[in-house]
């Protein structure tokens, strides 16, 4: 990318608004969130109830998605990410004061609001950018969403080793709850609407799940991109909540080990993303997708079969080649170029309702893969999961390979 095109969007305000206030938040988010788990299990929860409190997180998501999407087609963009935000301030509170793991699930349910936001969201950064610069923008907030994690890992876990897990984790989320009050009035003030007021869509808005029957309507390679989003983000879902407690309690690693290891993992991802932008650009989405998710899917099966700091943190940063370039698909949605990709596909006039019909859609996939996680952890072994989220990532990589067409002049 050169540095006009650096400059372009640095001078578009959305850009700039999103870049700023999702830093701040996953830098503070990213600080704790590795040690969620670790936290749940400290207020006595098992591997399976860890993974049924996941579970309601991700059935909340998925109830949230479409109506965001709808109402942010029909009342604008910045309406609805203002309204998930301001949602969003009860969740940590919540955590802040929780004894027992039981009432972490309203916390649940109100984290799984922000789902009303990430089609309007995404809607809103691929209307803020040319449509043939979209990789490469969507990479540039990418980028500076992940200069934080360069720090986060090893902060954090000094954090826990310092502080213990529970006390730890409320200090962190003592400031997250004031950069939630900072980035809503920043949104309330500074963002600009990018949804035209003849272009929005008078739809009905139905909450329930007979909505998902407008996924008929999607082109073909949608429907490919949403099943391959659904696999992965079962796989994903399978193992991120069983990640950290695996490397502390089975692997016998300390907090600060695994931080360092993140470190150096959020440095390589974060110096391949403008590449990978420009890459998906000049090569095409698909290509660099399928050669991200190969790389990445590394990460997973190198958990199980590490059995030191040096050969667990080998084989991270060599899957951080591949999430570093774009074309993963993490919990709730994919890397930069898999945005592209998606937006790419789908009409401006309907682009935030029907991405949140696909997440939605992926949602219901990824519903039970918390609890499968948790169920294979305690009566299978703990290496289950990540072996059976390998062979379900192929399974999407090849789908891809195999069917997908993508139309990338649109």
Do not use: C
Request: no cysteine; aromatic share 10%; hydrophobic share 50%.
């Amino acid at each position: 990318m050169s540095l006009q095109g650096v400059r372009e969007f640095f001078d578009n305000r959305n850009i700039v608004i999103i870049m700023v206030t999702q830093t701040l938040s996953m830098f503070l988010a990213w600080l704790w969130w590795p040690y969620k788990s670790l936290f749940i299990l400290e207020l006595g929860a098992t591997n399976e109830i860890l993974g049924l409190l996941v579970m309601v997180e991700t059935l909340g998501g998925m109830f949230f998605q479409i109506p965001g999407g709808v109402l942010a087609d029909r009342y604008g963009r910045k309406r609805v990410i203002i309204a998930s935000a301001i949602l969003g301030f009860g969740s940590p509170l919540i955590y802040l004061f929780a004894g027992d793991w039981i009432q972490l699930v309203p916390a649940m349910l109100l984290a799984s609001t922000a789902s009303l936001s990430r089609g309007a969201m995404n809607a809103l950064i691929a209307e803020s950018l040319p449509t043939d610069k979209r990789g490469a923008g969507f990479a540039a907030i990418s980028f500076v969403q992940k200069i934080p994690n360069v720090f986060t890992g090893i902060i954090g876990g000094v954090i826990m080793d310092h502080f213990g897990v529970i006390p730890g984790v409320r200090v962190v989320l003592t400031g997250v709850i004031g950069v939630s009050a900072l980035s809503v009035v920043i949104y309330w003030m500074f963002l600009e609407e990018t949804l035209l007021p003849e272009s929005r869509k008078d739809t009905k808005l139905e909450l329930n799940l007979g909505s998902i029957r407008e996924l008929g309507s999607m082109p073909r390679e949608a429907w490919v991109l949403t099943i391959v989003a659904g696999l992965s983000s079962f796989s994903v879902r399978m193992v991120f909540s069983f990640t950290v407690p695996y490397v502390i309690n089975i692997m016998g690693l300390s907090k600060t080990e695994y931080g360092a290891i993140s470190t150096v993992v959020s440095l390589v991802s974060m110096f391949l993303t403008l590449p990978g932008g420009v890459l998906s650009d000049r090569i095409g989405r698909k290509q660099t997708v399928v050669i991200s998710r190969v790389i990445a899917s590394l990460s997973t099966i190198g958990i199980p079969l590490s059995t030191s700091v040096l050969t667990l943190g080998a084989f991270r940063v060599t899957g951080s080649i591949g999430s570093g370039l774009g074309g993963t698909f993490m919990r709730v949605r994919g890397g930069p170029v898999w945005q592209a990709l998606v937006a790419d596909m789908t009409p401006a006039e309907g682009r935030a309702r029907m991405m949140g019909l696909m997440g939605t859609f992926v949602s219901i996939i990824g519903t039970p893969a918390s609890y499968v996680g948790g169920y294979l952890t305690d009566n299978v072994s703990p290496e289950a999961p990540f072996y059976v989220s390998f062979a379900l990532n192929t399974v999407g990589t090849l789908l891809i390979l195999l069917l997908l067409k993508p139309k990338e002049d649109t």
